[in-house]
């Protein structure tokens, strides 16, 4: 037999902050896709938001929620880039940094897959990596828009190939109802949602005021 292909994991976002719904994502695929390394890609300037807060905080909130994970990683290339945050070019990178051989696997819930014909040269992700994608909220993964549903018929598969890069698998993850929108109107408002977010996280929230200066998020 030979060596085990290397799984590296990506989960991107503006983790505004992150709390235990990323986490409780993160912890359902590194089990469910026998991830090797997690990398969580924290977003630059999004295309498609704007607003976010300051990444050096986004970063040190992340820092705090992955203490005690050893194979977890943060990859700040997205923060660090100048310009829109496209997922294909931080996939070329990565792909030029680790090499043929090892799977990229891109970790996206339900709401993103749905929207995935209007990400940036969509077509050409599987050409990079895998897809991963879990139901996320109440966004179903059924009657998936047409362009989206024929990339899943052509590409989908029972379990992650063996390959560096060009299949499409679901893996299920806990229910966990938390709204990025909704935790941050409690913050605005001076809100503690303990039950929400890591201890660590909310303390550094709280002692910098992050959020309780910010206008109400609509």
């Known amino acids: 037999m030979g060596l085990k292909r290397r799984r590296v994991g990506l989960l991107g976002g503006t983790f505004d902050p992150v709390h235990v719904g990323h986490l409780a994502l993160a912890r359902a695929a590194c089990v469910a896709l026998s991830i090797d ?3 969580l890609v ?5 295309w498609q938001k704007d607003g976010s807060s300051p990444a050096a905080d986004r970063v040190a909130m992340l ?3 992955i203490a005690g994970e050893p ?5 700040t290339r ?16 990565l792909r030029a940094e680790l090499g043929p051989e090892c799977a990229l696997v891109l970790i996206i819930g339900s709401d993103q897959l749905r929207n995935l ?5 969509w077509r050409e992700l599987l050409d990079l990596c895998h897809i991963a ?3 996320r909220e109440r966004v179903s993964l059924d009657d998936l828009p047409a362009p989206v549903e024929a990339l899943v018929e052509a590409h989908g598969a029972d379990a992650l190939p063996d390959a560096p890069a060009g299949g499409i698998v679901f893996f299920s993850m806990p ?3 938390v709204s990025s929108t909704t935790l941050r109107k409690q913050l605005v408002a001076g809100e503690a949602p303990v039950e929400l977010l890591p201890a660590s996280v909310l303390e550094y929230i709280q002692s910098r005021r992050l959020y309780r200066d910010a206008p109400p998020v609509k």
């Not at 997205?78 to 990178?93: F, H, K, M, N, Q």
């Open 117 to 121: 014909a209007s990400w940036h040269r």
């Open 133 to 135: 994608a879990t139901r």
């Open 63 to 65: 820092r705090l929620a």
């Open 78 to 93: 997205e923060v660090e880039r100048e310009g829109p945050s496209y997922t294909i070019d931080t996939l070329a990178s």
């Open 37 to 39: 390394e997690l990398r």
């Open 71 to 75: 194979d977890w990683i943060i990859d």
């Open 175 to 177: 229910a966990v109802p």
């Open 42 to 46: 924290p977003t630059g300037v999004s």
